[in-house]
């Protein structure tokens, strides 16, 4: 990651330490992120939107600190007319642990679809793994790091391999770093993988990729 970070990361990385924004239901308007993207963050009684438009226009389409911007009409008016909308994920956090990393660097792996997934959206893109499945490393949302995972087989006998995974994934990074991972809440089996790794939940987000006849606001974003 280069250049300066984006505001939003100071955000993950307070909540990471266990410090979130007020419960006072508004809403916190920051610029956009970069290559074309914007996000709703949601945490417990707040919400953080990266975006052009301006603070007034995020309030007059309906987003708020208690669920409101996450809501599907504000989405939809966030992108704006041919954007994409991306899924809601939890968004978790654990710290990593260091010493000598435990997954070997994978150079063979660039056509799975996890790892273009992740190339797609994220920056400084690594893959790791072995027999149990892929791991990516990454500058993920407003360069925070931030890893994904997929098993190459879920099986009975693949119990346990996930959070197995996670556990080795986390000593790719110097001890004491907060590491995040967007994980969609319907799939259970992946949530439940990264809860019992240590991960916490933080809050929610959706990262959407505005429609190119959006016009931004003319106000300057907060």
């Not at 990471?16 to 914007?38: H, I, K, N, Q, Y």
């Not at 809601?88 to 063979?108: C, I």
């Not at 679809?113 to 793994?129: E, I, N, S, W």
């Not at 809860?195 to 916490?200: K, S």
């Amino acid at each position: 990651m280069t250049g300066a970070p984006h505001p939003l990361l100071a955000y993950f990385l307070a909540a990471a330490d266990g410090r979130f924004p007020p419960a006072d239901g508004r809403v916190t308007v920051l610029p956009p992120l970069p290559g074309g993207l914007e996000c709703s963050v949601a945490f417990t009684g707040h919400a953080v939107v990266a975006t052009a438009l301006d603070a007034r226009r995020v309030a007059e389409a309906g987003a708020d600190g208690y669920g409101g911007s996450l809501a599907p009409g504000f989405l939809l008016r966030l992108a704006g007319p041919g954007g994409r909308i991306g899924v809601t994920d939890a968004t978790l956090t654990a710290r990593a642990t260091g010493g000598p990393p435990r997954l070997p660097v994978r150079t063979d792996q660039d056509d799975h679809p996890r790892v273009r997934f992740a190339r797609d959206l994220r920056a400084d893109v690594t893959v790791h793994g072995d027999g149990r499945g892929l791991v990516t490393l990454s500058h993920g949302l407003a360069g925070r790091h931030e890893l994904g995972i997929e098993l190459h087989e879920t099986r009975p006998g693949s119990r346990g391999h996930g959070r197995a995974l996670l556990r080795d994934a986390r000593t790719l990074l110097p001890a004491g770093t907060p590491v995040f991972a967007a994980v969609a809440p319907g799939n259970a089996r992946s949530l439940r993988a990264f809860l019992a790794a240590g991960f916490t939940p933080v809050g929610s987000e959706v990262v959407l990729r505005p429609g190119q006849s959006r016009s931004p606001g003319a106000g300057t974003p907060l």
